[in-house]
């Protein structure tokens, strides 16, 4: 089982970030995808989640708008192009892997985890 995550950085307020996370076939081939964030003394947060078929969008309040997710089934990867970057939207983010097919925004529904990536936005 094998999420790679990647694309976060520095970046300043306003700015645009791409994070990309990589996913075995048999990973998540069949699986909703999603991202989660865990900023600094905070608990870890859905951010956003995508079904199996690239349908079944959906957004956590502070990022709709601002985030897309999207996924690629023939490179096994999935996609969240961030746009208008706050301060807040710091942390590490955390690629997913879903039990079901259309996705989730729980944590405990969360099948596998991937390695975190660091996004910092300054202001």
């Known amino acids: 089982v094998q999420l790679q995550a990647s694309g976060g950085g520095l970046v300043q307020t306003g700015g645009s970030l791409t994070l990309s996370c990589r996913c075995s076939?048999?990973?998540?081939?069949?699986?909703?995808m999603g991202w989660f964030r865990q900023a600094p003394g905070k608990e870890r947060e859905f951010v956003a989640t995508?079904?199996?078929?690239?349908?079944?969008?959906f957004y956590a309040d502070s990022v709709k708008g601002r985030f897309t997710i999207s996924r690629d089934s023939a490179q096994n990867t999935v996609y969240l192009q961030m746009n208008s970057l706050k301060p807040e939207d710091t942390g590490v983010y955390y690629c997913?892997?879903?039990?079901?097919?259309?996705?989730?925004?729980?944590?405990?529904?969360?099948?596998?985890w991937g390695q975190g990536t660091q996004v910092t936005v300054s202001s």
């Open positions: 997913a892997a879903s039990r079901y097919a259309t996705g989730t925004s729980q944590a405990g529904n969360v099948a596998y």
């Open positions: 076939r048999r990973t998540c081939s069949n699986n909703g």
């Open positions: 995508v079904g199996w078929n690239g349908g079944n969008r």
